[in-house]
């Protein structure tokens, strides 16, 4: 389950860098999918991973996670890629709602 978890985060990741390179093109949108990209894990680190520097609420942190899938989720649909969408996102829940459910907490 933690793998399948982990390949969750590491897609949401490459979903926002890809949306964004298709939103500019060219080198603004290398340059722009990097940031967005480097923006999403620092937003992770902060906030969900396991050692994160600010420490929330369960309930917040499930509200963030799923924002985090539903962008990652939305820059894979709008570029047609309807069921790579599909299928991150309800990987994504699925697994962070067993996570909190047995563990407590959702996993980084």
Do not use: H, K, S
Not at 63 to 76: F, N, Q, S
């Amino acid at each position: 389950m933690l793998t399948v978890r982990f390949l969750c985060e590491l897609a949401a990741v490459a979903a926002v860098g890809y949306g964004g390179y298709r939103a500019a093109g060219g080198i603004a949108g290398v340059v722009l999918g990097l940031v967005l990209a480097v923006a999403l894990m620092a937003f992770w680190a902060t906030f969900l991973a396991p050692r994160r520097r600010i420490d929330l609420p369960l309930a917040a942190r499930l509200v963030l996670e799923l924002g985090v899938w539903t962008a990652a989720a939305a820059a894979l649909w709008t570029n047609g890629r309807t069921g790579l969408a599909a299928l991150l996102f309800t990987a994504a829940v699925v697994t962070g709602a067993a996570n909190a459910t047995f563990q407590g907490m959702p996993a980084g």
